[in-house]
């Protein structure tokens, strides 16, 4: 029987999360299919480096 490494991390994987090494790379590529339809929001970086919190006068 040949261990096929995580394809996230290359470590081992585990047979109870197979084919990844744990459940923690398993949700992250759970995540990873959620992310097609859904994006997950993060910082976003103005282009023109604008101070989005600067108050209106
Ligand atoms: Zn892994």
């Known amino acids: 029987m040949t ?5 996230l991390c290359d470590k081992p994987a585990s047979a109870a999360h197979r084919p990844f090494c744990g459940p923690a790379c398993r949700d ?3 995540l990873q299919w ?3 339809g859904y994006r997950i ?3 976003e ?4 480096g ?3 919190t600067a108050e209106p006068d």
Do not use: N, Q
Request: aromatic residues 4%; charged residues 25%.
């Open 3 to 7: 261990a096929t490494p995580c394809p």
């Open 28 to 30: 992250r590529d759970l």
């Open 34 to 36: 959620f992310g097609e």
């Open 41 to 43: 929001p993060g910082p």
């Open 45 to 48: 970086i103005a282009p023109d």
């Open 50 to 52: 604008l101070d989005s």
